[in-house]
């Protein structure tokens, strides 16, 4: 009795999970096509992510690609498009979204506060929602859409940049360090691929030693016009000058060559010196200027000869970037107002040693006027009104240290920002003294190695980018 009740009972419990499989089954299916569209769902999801992730990067990439562009140079909207979409392929080389991401990229330049703003979008098809076709048309989009925007700063500046370098004859075993850093520099501010006539940036070349070698320009800075020239284009710096009647005050400043028009023709003693032939004669100064060819050349040539004027070099780095030299330069060398707010000027000085050298107008000097059997036997005091050159003693204190920090302030007065660089291992020399108090604040560098000095120029480079950037 027992066995048959407990078979009665199985066969049961056997024809019910046989009418629950029934039920179950359809369900089952139901659950795992939808468990496919959510974790397809989440795929696509995941994909579109991951592709909005790499438009982005590409975005940001190609907005700061042409905002460091437009901070150096003058660039159109077709220009701009090209540069944008050269960047775009080279990041998203590959992606299937590319040219529908292109197709739609959009841009907007404020001038007026240095802002680029970039946009662009694209779409993915969905893979796994699409179910036989009939999941799209039902729950599920066909595709997915995406998009990003970028907005970079860059500078609505032009900049002047005087480079005052040290070609003394203590730097003869550095040069092609010195050049390779003043190149970096330039690199960085004027790169290769831009057009000279688009850039914002440009660049004077200084070099110094016993003077500056001003090549052409020299005669009319020493009033050549009016005989006064010495044939030398060395030229040096200038004094204070009392008329009797007034005291003009020009040395520390970037007042005019021909500043004094009291009389016709004005004093020899007004305008700059010579007094010096130690210049270096292929280490020439250029004035501002975009043209990197002709900067990469002249830093080429850069050759070292000398003792140390570091004033001389101080003063025409000045003068480089002043708007008062307007008929010394060429038109597109001279520099811009300084009221002009769209305009930022820097000068870097850079110096291995102690200034031991300066220069005063002397207007007598004794002389042998009778002479006899070899020996002079007459010393007279005669006119001579010349410029002559004055050794002296290396020190913080001395007249040519004195004078080139008093030029630094009359610069840094005038708004230009200056950093010093001192290549040495005594950070406590008067070369090095000079450097920390003629550069601006955080500006001061000290180069111990030719790696450093290299690394260096190249840091103020971009330092003066960040700079541009910023404001």
């Not at 050049?179 to 790169?191: D, G």
């Not at 284009?233 to 008329?243: A, L, S």
């Not at 009389?263 to 975009?290: H, Q, R, V």
């Not at 080139?404 to 008067?430: H, P, Q, T």
């Amino acid at each position: 009795m027992f066995n048959q009740k407990f078979n009665s009972c199985r066969g049961r419990v056997k024809r019910f999970f046989a009418e629950q499989d029934g039920a179950v089954l359809p369900l089952f299916g139901i659950m795992v096509i939808l468990m496919v569209v959510i974790m397809g769902a989440a795929v696509d999801v995941s994909r579109t992510v991951n592709a909005r992730e790499k438009l982005s990067y590409a975005l940001d990439s190609a907005a700061l690609s042409v905002a460091a562009e437009l901070s150096t140079s003058l660039m159109d909207n077709e220009e701009i498009q090209t540069a944008l979409t050269d960047s775009f392929r080279a990041n998203l080389d590959g992606e299937g979204f590319l040219e529908e991401a292109i197709e739609n990229l959009a841009f907007t330049v404020d001038t007026e506060n240095g802002l680029v703003t970039v946009t662009s979008s694209a779409t993915l098809d969905n893979y796994f929602v699409d179910f036989g076709g009939y999941m799209k048309k039902t729950i599920g989009p066909a595709f997915f859409a995406f998009g990003t925007s970028a907005q970079v700063t860059f500078s609505r500046f032009d900049v002047e940049l005087a480079l005052v370098v040290d070609v003394t004859g203590s730097m003869r075993y550095d040069m092609d360090t010195l050049r390779t850093a003043s190149s970096s520099l330039v690199n960085i501010l004027i790169p290769e691929n831009l057009d000279e006539e688009n850039s914002k940036v440009r660049i004077s070349l200084v070099p110094y030693s016993q003077g500056v070698n001003l090549g052409d320009y020299a005669d009319k800075v020493k009033g050549g016009p009016f005989g006064y020239s010495d044939g030398s284009v060395c030229v040096t710096e200038r004094q204070d000058y009392d008329d009797g009647s007034e005291e003009y005050d020009v040395r520390f400043t970037d007042e005019s060559y021909d500043y004094y028009d009291e009389a016709s023709p004005p004093p020899k003693d007004t305008f700059y010196g010579g007094g010096s032939n130690s210049c270096s004669k292929d280490s020439e100064m250029i004035p501002l200027t975009s043209n990197r060819d002709a900067l990469m050349d002249a830093i080429e040539d850069l050759d070292d000869n000398g003792g140390t004027a570091g004033q001389t070099g101080i003063t025409w780095g000045w003068n480089s970037l002043s708007p008062n030299y307007g008929d010394v330069w060429p038109s597109d060398s001279v520099g811009e107002s300084y009221d002009n707010e769209d305009v930022l000027k820097f000068a870097v000085i850079m110096t291995d040693g102690d200034n031991n050298r300066y220069y005063d107008f002397i207007e007598t000097e004794w002389q042998c006027t009778r002479w006899k059997y070899g020996s002079c036997k007459k010393y007279e005091e005669v006119d001579v009104f010349k410029w002559e050159e004055k050794s002296e003693g290396q020190g913080y204190d001395n007249e040519s240290s004195t004078a080139s920090r008093g030029l630094c302030d009359g610069m840094k007065a005038a708004g230009i920002e200056i950093f010093g660089v001192y290549f040495g291992n005594n950070n406590n020399s008067a070369g090095a003294r000079n450097m920390q108090y003629c550069a601006s604040e955080g500006n001061y560098h000290q180069a111990t190695s030719a790696e450093d000095l290299i690394d260096d120029f190249s840091n103020i480079a971009r330092k003066i980018q960040q700079i541009y950037l910023s404001k």
